[in-house]
Each structure stands twice: as structure tokens, then as C-alpha cells.
């Protein structure tokens, strides 16, 4: 349902953008949300937004960096990620969740909607 690109290797200062393509027909109707998981590590929540885009949260770590958005009409969910840093490193993964806010966790995602997850690298 969701298939998640655009991740790559960049050096620590660079930018990429991720993106989310749905075939939910009802997109616009869900919280979405961006999950990252590190090596070794467990899966966090990056940032989830609004279905009218009225409200979002970013995990501390990527505020002011990282920036969500969304095309409900073209059911896309965007991440653009901004001056990267080697904490950024992880696969990154979209899904639809049930709520949106502090506190973003994996146990929040709905309708078993976890796609396939994106690298990104990020290496001097």
C-alpha cells in the first residue's frame, strides 16, 4: 500500500527529500507518518502530520531540520530533510497512524500499513 523512495548516501550538511506513495483510495483521510530505524536500534518516529495538513509534530532531534508534507490528491506524503547528519542514518519508513503528537510510536500505526522503507546514508 505504501512504497516509500528517494533515500540515498549524502554527506553530513546535505539535503534529501523522501516521498510516500500511496494506493489507499481513502489517503486523505489518515494521520501519516514517518518512522526511521538505525542500525542496532528500534524503530522511532520522525514526524507525523494532519489529513488537512492543520497540525504536525517533529521528534526533537529533526526540528527545524526535517519538513513533512502532504498531496492528498496525488496520495503523497513528503519528508524533506535538511542540513543531515550522521544520526540521520536509518531506513526510513512510512505508514498510516491513528494519532498524531507527541510521543509518535510504531504502536500507533493503523491497518497494518507499513511499506517498504527507504536508506538513507549519511557519510563523510
Known amino acids: 500500500q505504501l512504497q516509500a523512495s528517494g533515500g540515498g548516501v549524502v554527506q553530513p550538511g546535505e539535503s534529501l527529500r523522501l516521498s510516500c506513495a500511496a494506493s489507499?483510495?481513502?489517503?486523505?483521510?489518515?494521520?501519516m507518518a514517518w518512522f526511521r530505524q538505525a542500525p542496532g536500534k528500534e524503530r522511532e518516529g520522525v514526524s507525523c502530520?494532519?489529513?488537512?495538513?492543520?497540525?504536525?509534530y517533529y521528534e526533537e532531534s529533526v526540528k527545524g531540520r526535517f519538513t513533512i508534507s502532504r498531496d492528498n490528491g496525488e496520495k503523497k506524503l513528503y519528508l524533506q530533510m535538511n542540513n543531515l547528519q550522521s544520526e540521520d542514518t536509518g531506513t526510513y519508513y512510512c505508514?498510516?497512524?491513528?494519532?498524531?503528537?507527541?510521543?509518535?510510536?510504531?504502536?500507533?500505526?493503523?491497518?497494518?500499513?507499513w511499506g517498504q522503507g527507504t536508506l538513507v546514508t549519511i557519510s563523510s
Open positions: 489507499a483510495p481513502y489517503f486523505h483521510i489518515y494521520f
Open positions: 502530520i494532519h489529513p488537512s495538513e492543520s497540525a504536525t
Open positions: 505508514a498510516a497512524v491513528g494519532q498524531c503528537g507527541e510521543g509518535l510510536s510504531d504502536r500507533w500505526v493503523i491497518l497494518n500499513s
